[in-house]
């Protein structure tokens, strides 16, 4: 159905209509408010790895308002991150169920928000919810900034955009997004429906949008200032958050029985190739992603784990059986304001060296804010540390159960090492630490690995013969 005149631009809520006029359909936004009829919970989303309760720590709303889909709702914490909670809904908000610093429940509600009775009928487990007044499925009530929404073939819209595109006949796949994190707006649905059934060319980002800062190494803690901190006091501290769950990490990893192996690896062929692709991620990115070393550790790891296969694995609590892993979800320890976490880059197998740098990117600027996707924490199935980053050189990395084992990188040295002719040379040194379950991993099979992952990174163009 194509579009005739012009559409009134209003700020949401507003909704789609259509009229007959001397025969021709013209479609119109309703420019009064419009009638808000169904109150629905908005739930907490699961957070993930069996968490229970959270700590709010903002919340950005209060009764009365009226918000719109995407909006910010509150900011929790759980034991992994910080975890940004938006609106589902375009609406009032009637009642609130949460206050900042105290604890909230996954699943149930945290604020009750009234809208159109069309809207409800978009999303059945809100309405279940009404009519129930019980939880919803958790991922039908909020989830984080990053993969809200992500149905219908990865497409982001709210249902109310939903509902337009379907009353219109609109496939929301040929529609180019310009909403936070790519989600698809009601004014893009109507600026497709202006241009003839065709997205408006894709220009510059929104201004809103700020451009993405590209990370220097996977840690993104600031350096520190070298100004001692005195105490002069004693202090509780409570162990929260991210405290807490690396407690409880560590004190399951205490349980496992593991064995390390170390090795220095010579990456002067690899600073080399680095420094020639460097220029094209500059240029393919528009200056948004750079090529540090921890994609190609990351690659190197999973063309070595597509022949060692064991080693991405899980193992279930009393090692009875251990899940080989289809899919390399290869996690890397990081530095955030609130803590060490370790997200992980999903389906490394499957993707380019590029691509793995843009989700590094990604992972990397959300981490500076202490916001990083749930998803993008939850799933991993082999894990590298990049300690060199801050600066030590061998460590003993701990298992991040359920998985198997785990690797970490030193800090690069200049060190005199003797060349095949019996010469003394400057080398470009790292070494790499690996610690693996020795109920599941053998001594000789890490090695192994081990050799292989080195080829990789000693001379990176062997890399092509096992790439697809």
């Known amino acids: 159905m194509r579009a005739l005149g012009n559409f009134a631009r209003v700020a949401a809520p507003a909704t789609l209509s259509t009229s007959v006029v001397g025969g021709n359909t013209r479609m119109f936004f309703r420019t009064t408010t419009p009638a808000l009829g169904t109150v ?4 907490l989303a699961d957070i993930g790895e069996g968490i229970l309760n959270v700590e709010v720590l903002e919340v950005h709303v209060k009764v009365g308002d009226t918000i719109s889909a995407f909006d910010k709702i509150c900011e929790v914490q759980s034991d992994k991150a910080t975890v940004e909670i938006t609106s589902r809904f375009d609406g009032v908000i009637k009642k609130m169920h949460i206050v900042k610093g105290e604890q909230a429940q996954v699943g149930k509600a945290i604020l009750d928000i009234e809208v159109e009775d069309d809207v409800v009928e978009d999303a059945p487990a809100a309405k279940k919810d009404a009519a129930a007044n019980s939880p919803t499925p958790a991922a039908a009530s909020a989830t984080s900034t990053t993969d809200f929404s992500a149905t ?12 337009i595109a379907k009353e219109q006949n609109i496939d929301l796949t040929k529609i180019t997004p310009t909403g936070k994190n790519g989600h698809i707006t009601k004014e893009d649905v109507i600026n497709y429906l202006e241009n003839g059934n065709k997205s408006p060319a894709a220009s510059a980002p929104p201004a809103s949008r700020a451009p993405m800062s590209p990370p220097a190494a996977a840690s993104s803690a600031p350096p520190s200032s070298g100004a001692p901190v005195r105490v002069r006091e004693d202090r509780t501290i409570q162990v929260t958050g991210i405290r807490k769950a690396m407690v409880k990490s560590m004190t399951e990893a205490n349980e496992i029985p593991d064995f390390g192996a170390s090795d220095e690896i010579e990456i002067s062929a690899l600073i080399k190739t680095r420094e020639q692709l460097k220029p094209v991620f500059k240029d393919r990115s528009q200056g948004k992603v750079s090529l540090s070393f921890m994609p190609f550790f990351l690659k190197a790891a999973s063309l070595g784990l597509l022949q060692y296969p064991d080693i991405n694995a899980y193992t279930n609590k009393g090692c009875t059986e251990f899940t080989i892993k289809g899919s390399h979800n290869l996690g890397f320890a990081m530095d955030t304001p609130n803590g060490l976490i ?15 740098a843009e989700d590094l990117a990604r992972i990397l600027e959300t981490g500076k804010r202490g916001s990083v996707a749930q998803s993008d924490l939850m799933g991993g199935t082999f894990t590298i540390s990049n300690i060199g980053s801050i600066g030590a050189t061998y460590t003993k990395p701990v298992i991040f159960a359920p998985q198997v084992a785990i690797g970490a990188i030193g800090r690069l040295q200049k060190l005199p090492r003797f060349d095949a002719a019996g010469n003394v040379v400057a080398a470009n040194i790292i070494n790499v630490s690996w610690s693996a379950d020795h ?5 000789a099979t890490m090695v192994r690995f081990n050799n292989l992952f080195k080829q990789y990174l000693e001379k990176p163009v062997t890399m092509l013969v096992d790439l697809k």
């Open 342 to 356: 370790v997200p992980n880059i999903k389906n490394v197998q499957d993707k380019s060296l590029y691509e793995i």
């Open 40 to 43: 629905v919970p908005f739930n």
């Open 152 to 163: 219908n073939n990865k497409v982001l819209a709210a249902p109310a955009t939903r509902r």
């Open 439 to 443: 109920r599941v991993v053998d001594g």
